[in-house]
Each structure stands twice: as C-alpha cells, then as structure tokens.
C-alpha cells in the first residue's frame, strides 16, 4: 500500500489521475472548495517517461506533490512533443498536457522534471536534448525551484556545471540505505538518520562533482551514492534515483526485464533489485529462475512469473522519507 496522507492537490483540469487518487481514498480537492486562508502554488509537471510508465509516473509525483496538507497545489502538466509515443498516448498527453512552448505564458512557481529513457550513449545527442536544455536553463532564471529525478539530474549537471555522468557498469537497481549528510539542512527537517530509498539506473554523479561545483549532496548511500541534493539557494533540487517509486515500481521493473530474457532481448538473466523482496519471496524469485533455466524457453513460462506472491513480498520504507522531502520542499517555495 502507498503511504497514506492528506492531499491538498487542486482538481483544476479534467486528468483521470483523481479519480484514481479519489479511488485510493485520497482527498482532492474542487477548485470551489480550496481555503482561501491556506497558500498556494503553482507546479508546472514535465513528464518525460515513456508510454508504459507515463500513467503511473503522473500518479506518483501528484500524491508527492499532494503530502503537504498546509498548501493548495495546483499541478500543470507538460509534454515533450519529440518524444516517440503510441497513438493513444500522444492523444493522451495532446488532450491533458500542455505543449512546453507554453511553459512561459502562466504564472508558475516552480518545476518538477522526471526521468526518460534514453536511447544515445551521450546525453547530449537525444532528441530531446536542445529542449531540455533551454527548459532547464529558464526555469532556473525564472521559478523559484526547479525539482530533477533521475536523468533528469545527469541532465541538469551537465547544462548547469558541463558534469558528464558516469557508467557504472553494473545497474544500481534497488532500495539501499542511505544517511543524511547534512542532518540540519531544511529539505529533511524531520527525516529520519537512517532512512531507505529507491534507485534504478546505469549512470552516477559522484558525491565529489556535486560538491565541486557547489552543490550539497544532502542523503547519501555507500553503495548507491548520492540520493539528494541541492543549489545551496534551492533554485535546483537533484533526486538521482526514484524517489517518485511506488510499492511495484521495481517488481514491474524486474518483471520486464525477465520477459526480455524470455523473448531473447537480453542475453543474461536479470538480477533481483536489491533489498527489494522480503525472503519468502526472493525464494519464490529464485524458483522461477531455476524452473526457466532448467526448461526450454516457452511462451507457458511467462504466466507463471510468480509476481502475486512477489508484490506480497514487499515492504515499502522509502515512500514516507519521499513525501517528507517533498512536502519540506513545498514549505521551501512558499517563504
């Protein structure tokens, strides 16, 4: 189950993610119905995740951007139009995103940047390179905080300080225990000192280029590297992993990837995320595994991916950590 917290998202355009956060018996609020006394703020959203992950992407960074009960946050969305879609999600995004040629015709106070798939070796030869960059750089200009997840912290880095991010060889792919390195500064006022959180990459900015360059690593892991960051003047946060991730996040991640092995679109058999299961179902996980590389790849096999008895296996430490970093961050932007 996703943590359980107050909304104050204000339902001021038709997107069916309400009703989906209405559904989770979350509280959403009618723009009739938003106190006046309370302040507000206006988030412009860019989604740059792909077709599979959109919907659940847009879900996830909406309750975070809803964990701060003391504020009315009304979330713009935005699209990428050079982004490859389907037809019924680039009919989705037309319908409720804004095109981000508009980013600079509302009143915004700040901006949230997920991650994306990346198709080039080098960052800067994606095809949404030159229209992340020039975003990248107004709202640093113009709004008050800009928010990164993921690539699109490496992004960030590399337009902001020309930090090129590194392969690691191996995926970072997991929750990992992290700790504050700056336990007073105020985007984790009341986070706990040893806190878990999500990670699911290939690519790292070392804790020593963020500091290079200025910028606080702020949570930090010996085995995932540096979590959070930030402009000491906040103008730019920086997650590296996924602090948007829900309960399945990786399981849907990790099932994925098996159906490539099945499908031969990957050589190796994936491993499990880290830390991820609990141990009843990483046994579930390692039986599958044997059963499949004991048998001839088949299509039966795909229906018995035990992902029931995985999604039991789950525990969620890291979303309650997220939410407090977000809503302290919301607090940021109103002082």
């Not at 602090?243 to 050589?267: A, F, G, T």
Request: aromatic share 10%; net charge negative; charged share 20%.
């Amino acid at each position: 189950m996703v943590g359980r917290f107050i909304l104050a998202l204000v339902r001021h355009n038709d997107l069916a993610v309400y009703d989906r956060l209405l559904s989770e018996g979350l509280a959403v609020l009618a723009p009739e119905a938003v106190d006046q006394a309370l302040p507000s703020l206006n988030i412009a959203f860019l989604n740059m995740m792909p077709d599979a992950a959109l919907h659940a992407t847009e879900r996830q960074f909406f309750r975070l951007l809803g964990s701060n009960q003391n504020i009315n946050c009304y979330i713009h969305p935005f699209r990428l139009d050079v982004l490859a879609r389907s037809s019924t999600a680039q009919h989705y995004l037309q319908t409720h995103y804004q095109p981000l040629n508009e980013i600079n015709q509302q009143p915004l106070d700040a901006l949230v940047v997920t991650g994306a798939n990346i198709t080039q070796a080098t960052l800067s030869h994606e095809l949404f390179w030159s229209d992340l960059d020039k975003l990248l750089n107004w709202s640093k200009l113009h709004l008050k905080s800009t928010l990164c997840s993921c690539l699109a912290t490496h992004a960030a880095m590399q337009v902001y300080y020309a930090v090129e991010r590194r392969h690691m060889g191996d995926k970072c792919w997991g929750v990992f225990e992290h700790h504050l390195l700056q336990p007073q500064h105020a985007l984790v006022k009341g986070v706990a000192a040893n806190i878990f959180m999500a990670h699911s990459r290939y690519n790292d900015v070392s804790a020593e280029d963020f500091e290079s360059n200025n910028v606080e690593p702020i949570i930090c892991s010996p085995r995932a590297g540096v979590q959070l960051a930030a402009e000491k003047d906040l103008s730019v946060v920086y997650f590296q992993g996924h602090p948007e991730y829900d309960d399945i996040s990786l399981l849907k991640e990790y099932k994925r990837e098996v159906m490539r092995y099945l499908s031969d679109e990957r050589k190796d058999y994936p491993p499990v995320p880290e830390n991820y299961f609990a141990p009843e179902a990483m046994l579930s996980a390692e039986r599958y595994k044997n059963t499949l590389l004991a048998s001839p790849k088949a299509a039966q096999l795909l229906a018995q991916f035990p992902e029931a008895v995985l999604q039991r296996g789950i525990v969620n430490n890291w979303q309650v950590t997220a939410q407090q970093v977000f809503s302290n961050w919301l607090d940021l932007l109103i002082e």
